[in-house]
């Protein structure tokens, strides 16, 4: 596509719920990354993706945030028994470019959590 | 590990006047630096990045910022401010294959 899809742009979940963020990169893109920015705050790195593989899970807060990129192109960002803390936007990045890791960004998803 | 740091949480000036937003970052090696900024409900846009040619580095909008090795800083500036920028502008450092980001610089312009 032309840009980084993400959906939903916005979710309100309950406290125990379990979400589920889609990210779709730009076509072509090998790399794509994860991060959470609470209100106020920069971008937190989560985890990344090099096509399929994850190479770098350190930034997930607990077990229960989960990853995936199955295919190589799209990816899912799982939270399992949400918590108020997990409210927060979640931003999808992807990137062509190894040697300067220019990340275009889509819009994000703004988790809440009652 | 690399950090960057943002002096001030948040800067204002006036339409017309200078526009400079600081941003030091902590590395032992020559760093792929950028500036990114963010629009209210929006994702990150790249202004503009360091990957080690020319010092001052020009961006889109009319920004640009310069890099000083011996000050380790990547300070972004504007000559004339305009309305349409103000937002939230984030310096980011490369670091272990991924960005790492400064917590953030709110810019407002006043007419």
């Known amino acids: 596509g032309a840009g980084v899809s993400q959906s939903p742009r916005y979710k309100v979940a309950k406290r125990g719920q379990d979400v589920a963020l889609r990210c779709d990169p730009i076509?072509?893109?090998?790399?794509l990354f994860w991060y959470q920015q609470a209100l106020g705050q920069g971008p937190e790195f989560l985890t990344y993706?090099?096509?399929?593989?994850?190479?770098?899970k350190s930034g997930l807060p607990s077990d229960r945030f989960f990853a995936e990129r199955p295919e190589g192109s799209v990816s899912t960002l799982k939270i399992q028994r949400t918590q108020k803390e997990d409210s927060a936007v979640y931003l999808c990045?992807?990137?062509?470019?190894?040697?300067?890791?220019?990340?275009?960004f889509g819009e994000g998803s703004r988790l809440t959590v009652l | 590990a690399q950090s960057v740091t943002q002096l001030g949480s948040h800067v204002s000036v006036s339409e017309g006047a200078l526009v400079l937003l600081r941003c030091n970052y902590s590395?032992?090696?020559?760093?792929?630096l950028f500036w990114y900024v963010q629009y209210p409900n929006q994702g990150l846009q790249l202004l503009l990045k360091?990957?080690?040619?020319?010092?001052l580095v020009k961006g889109i909008n009319g920004f640009e910022a310069e890099f000083k090795k011996s000050e380790t800083s990547f300070h972004l500036t504007k000559p004339s401010a305009h309305m349409s920028d103000a937002a939230e502008y984030f310096c980011?450092?490369?670091?272990?294959?991924?960005?790492?980001f400064g917590q953030g610089t709110e810019l407002s312009v006043k007419p």
């Open positions: 990045a992807s990137s062509s470019d190894w040697v300067s890791r220019e990340l275009f």
């Open positions: 590395s032992s090696v020559p760093p792929y």
């Open positions: 076509s072509g893109h090998v790399s």
């Open positions: 360091y990957t080690s040619a020319a010092t």
């Open positions: 980011a450092v490369r670091w272990g294959g991924k960005l790492i």
């Open positions: 993706f090099q096509n399929e593989a994850q190479l770098d």
